[in-house]
């Protein structure tokens, strides 16, 4: 699955074991991503808890379709899939999301959101390459300092397990084939979503 060796759940112990257990419970399988920081437990505890004090402060909406844009820019097809299936369920149909994908520009969002999406892509691009006058362009259409940080968090946390789950070759987990076919492939940007077995 991964390039590096992981720990099953037979052999799973610890705070490994327990993050097993709390995904069994909640979700009603171990996805991959935690699999794959299986080795260390302990980071992934960090990660859980710095991307939760990150959205605790950020509408869904807002932090979904910053942290897709971010994804989209990485063409993290693990992250553009567990991302997608949320803006699918809450806020999109499947046909708009696939305009989202192809072209959020021009897919019908809130000029607020492309500006967002934007500059989510532009930092993933290049964060050196942020200007004085992007923030400013953020606080004209009524971000606050405190949103602006929030979004930019929401965005490198974002690169930080995009990158790991991509570095390392983590597939998505089976669960996203429930999404409407177009929408796997327009999702599956980066590394191949393997097909749905029998």
């Not at 060796?5 to 419970?25: R, V, W």
């Not at 991503?33 to 960090?46: C, M």
């Not at 379709?65 to 809450?90: D, I, P, Q, S, W």
């Not at 934007?118 to 691009?125: G, V, Y």
Request: proline share 5%; hydrophobic share 45%.
């Amino acid at each position: 699955m991964t390039f590096i060796n992981t720990i099953s759940e037979q052999d799973a112990q610890g705070l490994a074991l327990e993050q097993y257990t709390d995904a069994k419970a909640n979700l009603g399988y171990v996805p991959n991503y935690i699999q794959t920081f299986s080795l260390r437990p302990e980071v992934y505890d960090a990660w859980t808890e710095l991307i939760s004090s990150i959205r605790s402060k950020m509408r869904l909406r807002r932090y979904e379709l910053v942290t897709f844009a971010a994804a989209m820019e990485m063409k993290c097809t693990y992250c553009m899939l567990a991302h997608g299936a949320v803006l699918r369920k809450n806020f999109f149909s499947a046909e708009q999301l696939l305009s989202l994908v192809k072209d959020f520009h021009n897919a019908g969002l809130a000029p607020e959101e492309v500006t967002l999406m934007t500059f989510a892509q532009k930092i993933i691009r290049n964060a050196h390459s942020v200007t004085g006058e992007d923030v400013e362009g953020l606080r004209r259409i009524g971000l606050s300092d405190e949103d602006i940080l929030n979004v930019v968090l929401a965005v490198t946390a974002r690169s930080f397990f995009s990158k790991t789950l991509d570095a390392l070759n983590a597939v998505p987990d089976p669960v996203y084939h429930d999404l409407e076919p177009e929408l796997v492939q327009a999702l599956a940007a980066g590394r191949p979503f393997p097909p749905q077995s029998g």
